[in-house]
């Protein structure tokens, strides 16, 4: 029997390679995002693999939108398993620069999206025989804040650390029935970042023991792992994917 997973953030980037990953391993993919041609090709690519996908295209910072997207996809596959809340947005601004609705546009994009979709699926996880599994895509800026990344000045820092207090108060909330974790990458190459890695790729390589950029499929190893190990007695914990990055 397949499994099932809802993946926001799924277009491209570290969220399309989690989505393949997890299509590799006998997952129905129904994607989330605002970018419809690249969310599209990515179905595609999902259904070469020999799965299914959905496609919704919606504005996550949208507790509304959340809810009726959730609600479609256990309409149509009965049982959802996993949930990667992936979508995010940057914001360059410093404090001197930023307007509110900037700041607070960073925040809903970034951390209310989570809770969006983990209020949408928690009802229909605890009520599974067999639960579900929820990963939030946090960064390394949430533990080291943001100082030279032009994708992680302060707001988007304050909501990627966010998620990390989110997962760890819903860990207890949600257990034993769903198990919720958080991932911190650190500098990955994707559409997202790709300004700041062609740019300082010598620069930024040089601060990790692994002498090279992070890619997608880094992180989606670690999503399918959490996603798919059994037995799993992992929840309310963050993995940091760095490459070990001793200078940030």
Known sequence: MSKTAIVTGGARGI????????AARGYDI?????????MKRTAG??????????T???????????HEVVADVA?????????????????????????EEEFDRTIAVNLKSCFNYIHAIAPIMLKQETGGRIVSMSSL????????????????????????????SLAKELGPKIAINAICPGVIETELGNSL?????????????????GKPADVAQLVAFLATSEPCFITGQHFVIDGFQWSC
């Open 15 to 22: 969220g399309r390679g989690c989505a393949l990953e997890l």
């Open 30 to 38: 129904a994607l989330v995002d605002l970018l419809e041609p690249e």
């Open 45 to 54: 690519e999902i259904e070469a693999l020999g799965r299914k996908a959905l």
């Open 56 to 66: 919704y295209q919606a504005d996550v910072a949208s507790f509304a939108r959340a």
């Open 75 to 99: 309409r149509q596959w009965s049982v959802v398993d996993f949930l990667l809340n992936d979508a995010g947005a940057s914001n360059a601004k410093g404090i001197l620069e930023i307007k």
């Open 141 to 168: 800026n949430a533990l080291s804040g943001g100082v030279t990344s032009a994708v992680s000045k302060h707001s988007y820092a304050a909501a990627k650390a966010g998620i990390l207090g989110l997962t760890r």
């Open 197 to 213: 890695t062609k740019a300082r790729g010598p620069e930024l390589t040089k601060g990790i023991v692994l002498n090279r950029l």
